[in-house]
């Protein structure tokens, strides 16, 4: 009884180091799809140069871990050039993430419109449709349905990875778990830290599926 | 005038000729039906007509103004997009596997081009849709989804809307080969009824009995070739090529 007591003691304090957590995950998903989308459109436009470009983008932030980009962010850009460097700790994470979450989400966006029947583009053509406009009022909003399910899923591993940024010492919900670890010298305090990374991810899920199910209704 | 003339025009994928020197030429309100065995070029000649093909060499002129003038591939004609779009719009088109925008409802899918392509005010490309959809027999239809359609529900709303385009011409590149035997009817009916108003029409088919009855001239292509050229009548019952008669006694 007591240690439910005391578990529940620390959630006040967790849920507070919460927000970071979760608004980091947030605004990083989003501004990831908006880069997802140009990487996406000139990994398939014809421009060789775009591709290429677009590619080694998508390679270099796949190919090195997260957390040494955050590092690279924080601590290292500001030495090549003082320009660069990034007072607030939240925002550098947020650019690492963004960038990285564009990369990932690249390749599924690009699969997701390349998903989509060949007819599609003909038939846009045929009516007249330039590439771009056809793209816009047809291919992509056709791929939105197909993305959501692992958009969903990016939204699920960013919240997760998110647990990384304790490591430049922002104040998110592994952060503060670990602080009240050494201060209780009580490692219970995963638990109660545990059920709310699921809690979140619990609504994610269920926001997803009920996106899935509003955008097929022309199925 | 002719509507079409296409002069010896050439296509090549990679070494494979799939179109060899075809000429044929189309005049205004003719119906012409293409018929042959598969692999013959058929299709990739009608895609050539509008641009969905890029043909490799040869001349496509459309209502006398040249669109292809092609050597090794390169246009000799230069047009601004615009240009080029405004001749290509002469032609609409239906395919084989209808390419209906799934996320657009019967009526959207008909006024989506005239309002962002022609940017004719959506009251008035609207009215011309539910017009077009009536005449295509699917007036109760018009708010539902593509996916909710028979296949020859969803060939009749993709005439509508190629045909909202106000197109000059329309190719139709076998447009009952997707469709249950039922319903191969009710979309050929609706293209009879589109050659009597006059509508010029090339139309690739495996329809033996439309081309008889419909078309004007029926043009047999083999291998690439324009093989024989001539009315119904010449065609079906006095083939003169060799493989015309083969094709024919395969198929009737």
């Known amino acids: 009884m007591d240690t439910l007591k005391e578990m529940a003691g620390w959630i006040p304090a967790l849920l507070q180091s919460t927000g970071i957590t979760l608004s980091l995950t947030i605004v990083s998903v989003i501004c990831g799809l908006i880069i997802s989308l140009f990487l996406a459109l000139g990994k398939i436009s014809k421009s060789k140069i775009l591709q290429k470009l677009c590619g080694a983008y998508i390679f270099f932030f796949r190919g090195t871990p997260l957390l040494m980009q955050i590092f690279f962010i924080y601590y290292a850009l500001p030495l090549i050039y003082s320009g660069f460097t990034i007072k607030s700790r939240f925002i550098a994470a947020w650019i690492a993430f963004s960038l990285n979450s564009g990369a990932y989400l690249a390749e599924i966006i690009r699969a997701a419109i390349q998903s989509i029947d060949k007819g599609q583009m003909e038939a846009s053509k045929a009516l007249g449709m330039g590439y771009g406009q056809a793209m816009r009022l047809i291919i992509i909003p056709q791929s939105i349905r197909r993305l959501i399910p692992p958009v969903g899923n990016e939204f699920i591993m960013v919240i997760k990875d998110t647990s990384l940024v304790s490591s430049i010492a922002l104040i998110d919900l592994m952060k503060r778990t670990s602080q009240i670890m050494s201060s209780s010298a009580s490692a219970l305090v995963y638990i109660p830290a545990m059920c709310i990374y699921l809690a979140i991810t619990a609504a994610f899920t269920y926001v997803f599926n009920s996106l899935e199910k509003k955008f097929s209704v022309y199925e | ?252």
Request: charged content about 25%.
């Open chain 2, 1 to 252: 005038m002719s509507m079409i003339k296409a002069e010896n025009v050439c296509k090549n994928f990679g070494d494979l000729e799939v179109l060899k020197d075809v000429n044929l030429t189309v005049e205004p309100g003719e119906v012409v039906c293409i018929i042959g065995p598969s692999g013959a070029g058929k299709s990739t000649f009608l895609r050539s007509l509008n641009h969905l093909e890029k043909i490799t060499g040869g001349k496509i002129t459309i209502e006398e103004k040249p669109l292809d003038d092609r050597i090794n591939g390169v246009n000799q004609i230069k047009l601004s997009s615009k240009e080029r779009t405004d001749i290509l719009l002469k032609m609409g088109m239906v395919f084989q596997r209808f390419n209906l925008f799934p996320h657009k409802t019967v009526l959207e899918n008909v006024m989506i081009a005239p309002v962002h392509v022609k940017k004719i005010d959506t009251d008035k490309a609207k009215k011309i849709a539910v017009d077009l959809i009536k005449r295509v027999g699917l007036a109760d239809k018009q708010d539902v989804y593509p996916s909710k359609l028979s296949g020859g529900q969803q060939q009749r709303v993709a005439i509508a809307r190629a045909l909202a385009m106000q197109p000059e011409i329309m190719l139709f590149d076998e447009p009952t080969s997707a469709l249950d035997p039922e319903l191969v009817g009710e979309v050929l009916n609706v293209m009879k009824q589109l050659a009597e108003e006059g509508m010029t029409m090339i139309v690739v088919t495996h329809e033996m009995g439309f081309a008889r009855e419909v078309a004007d001239r029926v043009v047999f292509m083999y291998d690439g070739r324009v093989a024989e050229i001539g009315t119904p009548a010449e065609i079906f019952t006095n083939p003169k090529n060799e493989r015309t008669r083969q094709f024919l006694q395969s198929v009737l």
